[in-house]
T-cell receptor
Framework: EDQVTQSPEALRLQEGESSSLNCSYTVSGLRGLFWYRQDPGKGPEFLFTLYSAGEEKEKERLKATLTKKESFLHITAPKPEDSATYLCAVRPNDYKLSFGAGTTVTVRA | NAGVTQTPKFRVLKTGQSMTLLCAQDMNHEYMYWYRQDPGMGLRLIHYSVGEGTTAKGEVPDGYNVSRLKKQNFLLGLESAAPSQTSVYFC??????????????FGPGTRLLVL
């Protein structure tokens, strides 16, 4: 059975304090790993897709990396506007996304 | 270009009542999906569609029905609502895997409370 586990559940950071979120997964055949950002009361917003181990993608203060068993989302020098819940999902087949429960990040000024 | 829109935004139902949630997308996507999101459980797929006139069951389909009569619309129906269906419902759409825009794009959600 496909499984996605995100840690920690919650992360409180001071502005400028870099950190990383973890997404570990077990899936029969990975056809993409996705990172989304979700603000309170809104739908998930797409950030990155990673397809193979060793791949990295960056967007502003966010950088996503992928290994064969896990993915990391690095937040460098975060700002309060980076506060959100970050969701990780894996795609084991053509249609399904299996989501983790998310990591809620709070960045204090 | 509105992306994915959902109506209504919020609804309160009594146990046993029925309702339909509407999802519309203007990105010409073939695939559409309905998810529910519950605290601590992540998003779970209810039903999905790979094209106009097609539907298929996801992980948690019981108690729900769907229809895809037009390419741009995907309807989720609750025939007899139960308190366990209290949740936030998200619609998403995408192109088929391997194509541009294969990423799933989500709507703003519908908050449903069943009393």
């Amino acid at each position: 059975e496909d499984q996605v586990t995100q840690s920690p559940e919650a992360l409180r950071l001071q502005e400028g304090e870099s950190s990383s979120l973890n997404c570990s997964y077990t899936v029969s055949g990975l056809r993409g790993l996705f990172w989304y950002r979700q603000d309170p009361g809104k739908g998930p917003e797409f950030l990155f897709t990673l397809y193979s181990a060793g791949e990295e993608k960056e967007k502003e203060r966010l950088k996503a990396t992928l290994t064969k068993k896990e993915s990391f989302l690095h937040i460098t020098a975060p700002k309060p506007e980076d506060s959100a819940t970050y969701l990780c999902a894996v795609r084991p087949n053509d249609y399904k996304l299996s989501f983790g429960a998310g990591t809620t990040v709070t960045v204090r000024a | 270009n509105a992306g994915v829109t959902q109506t209504p935004k919020f609804r309160v139902l009594k146990t046993g009542q029925s309702m339909t949630l509407l999802c519309a997308q203007d990105m010409n996507h073939e695939y559409m999906y309905w998810y529910r999101q519950d605290p601590g459980m992540g998003l779970r797929l209810i039903h999905y569609s790979v094209g106009e006139g097609t539907t298929a069951k996801g992980e948690v389909p019981d108690g729900y029905n769907v229809s895809r009569l037009k390419k741009q619309n995907f309807l989720l129906g609750l025939e007899s609502a139960a308190p366990s269906q209290t949740s936030v419902y998200f619609c998403a759409s995408s192109s088929p895997p391997g194509q541009k825009q294969e990423t799933q794009y989500f709507g703003p959600g519908t908050r449903l409370l069943v009393l």
